[in-house]
């Protein structure tokens, strides 16, 4: 077959306390009664508990696993208590969604996910990123039968979640620069319709930011329909290349760096404002929107040192080298990283 499947979601529900009709949604949808609810330590309490006393009302056996990091054991342990006769809830921020989606895809259970935060675009898109003790990788694995996106609860999360999902759209603007390089120079395959949807969602923030606010329901809604067209984007390209370039190169690199580094939005966010500047554009607008929506822009604000910075930078092309982005083949040398890093008042 040559057709290319893309696929999306079939229901999305948004809306405030939303999570207390779990059990009525998955048995309209005529999942399986099986239940296996993934989530995490924090995400347990605000979240999991009323979606458990929802599905309990409509007759669901349920299994939780806790998971701690979106890591190939995480997956395991959910595959353990997944069948093709079950129902795989993701309930929490991206690693708790990505382990949830790609276990079930391994399982071919039904996935439902349940964004606690709007901190990132992978809630709905059918890529899962995993990483282990020295890899960064974006697995293909499916998209949810449904979301359940409870504003009230994404409202009340922490401020610098919200801030990051921001950041992470944000990144949209050199992900596409990238994309359009690798295609123009390497033949990469490429889709005009999942670009601008991407640049869409990332200019949604950027018109916005001054009245993206935490505690607001209204600014919760706006980021995580921005969140859900980028995931879209995702979803069409079949790849997460519309929303991940040279600067998630740079963030994964962090991330394999420094263990306790900042979150996955605010790290792109930084690695937008490093990349833009590379390519010569204007990096001071991306560092002013960042910093509008609340995201950190600098080195100290992300609670790295001046040292990580660097190295992450001149080791971002070594991360998925397959996907060729303005880092080339030989990245950053040092005395480059320390100078783009200066310049943008990054260190
Ligand atoms: N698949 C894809 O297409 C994409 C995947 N990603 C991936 O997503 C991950 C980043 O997601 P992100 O959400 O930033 O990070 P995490 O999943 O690590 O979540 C960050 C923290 O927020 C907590 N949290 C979440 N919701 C709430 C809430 N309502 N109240 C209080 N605390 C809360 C979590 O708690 P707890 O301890 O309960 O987990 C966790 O400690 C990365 O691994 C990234 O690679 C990002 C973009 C796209
Ligand atoms: O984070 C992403 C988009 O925001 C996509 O993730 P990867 O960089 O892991 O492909
Ligand atoms: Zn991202």
Request: net charge negative.
């Amino acid at each position: 077959m040559c057709a290319r499947k893309i696929q999306m979601p079939r229901e999305v529900y948004i809306g405030p306390g939303v999570v207390h009709e779990t059990g009525e949604i998955c048995s309209s949808l005529k999942l399986f009664k099986d239940i296996v609810l993934v989530t995490g330590n924090n995400t347990y309490d605000i979240a999991a508990k009323p979606t458990i006393s929802s599905l309990e009302e409509y007759d669901f056996n349920i299994d939780i696993v806790k998971v701690h990091e979106a890591s190939f054991d995480s997956v395991n342990e959910v595959k353990e208590l997944t069948t093709e006769n079950s129902t795989v809830i993701g309930i929490g921020g991206g690693k708790v969604i990505d382990v949830a989606k790609l276990a079930s895809f391994d399982e071919n259970a039904y996935f439902v996910s349940m964004p606690t935060a709007a901190s990132h675009d992978g809630m709905l898109s059918p890529q899962a990123s995993i990483k282990d003790s020295k890899k960064a990788t974006s697995v293909k694995a499916h998209a949810p039968i449904a979301v359940i996106g409870d504003s009230e609860i994404i409202a009340n999360a922490p401020p610098r979640l919200l801030s990051a999902g921001c950041a992470d759209l944000i990144s949209n603007f050199t992900a596409i620069k990238d994309w359009k390089l690798a295609h123009r120079l390497k033949h990469d395959s490429y889709s005009s319709s999942a670009a601008s949807l991407s640049l869409m969602s990332a200019k949604l923030i950027t018109d916005n930011a001054e009245n993206i606010k935490p505690g607001l329901e209204e600014s919760a809604r706006l980021v995580i329909k921005s969140l859900f067209s980028s995931g879209m984007a995702i979803s069409i390209a079949g790849s997460s290349r519309p929303a991940s370039g040279s600067e998630h190169k740079f963030s994964h690199a962090l991330d394999l760096i420094n263990e306790k580094s900042g979150l996955h939005g605010e790290q792109c966010g930084i690695g937008t404002i490093l990349m833009m500047n590379v390519y010569g554009g204007d990096w001071e607008f991306i560092r002013d929107s960042l910093k509008a929506v609340g995201a950190p822009t600098t080195a100290k604000e992300l609670g790295v040192s001046d040292d990580d910075i660097i190295e992450a930078l001149t080791l971002a092309h070594t991360i998925r080298p397959e996907r060729y982005t303005i880092l080339g083949d030989n990245g950053f040398s040092k005395d480059a990283a320390y100078e783009i890093a200066i310049k943008t008042g990054v260190i």
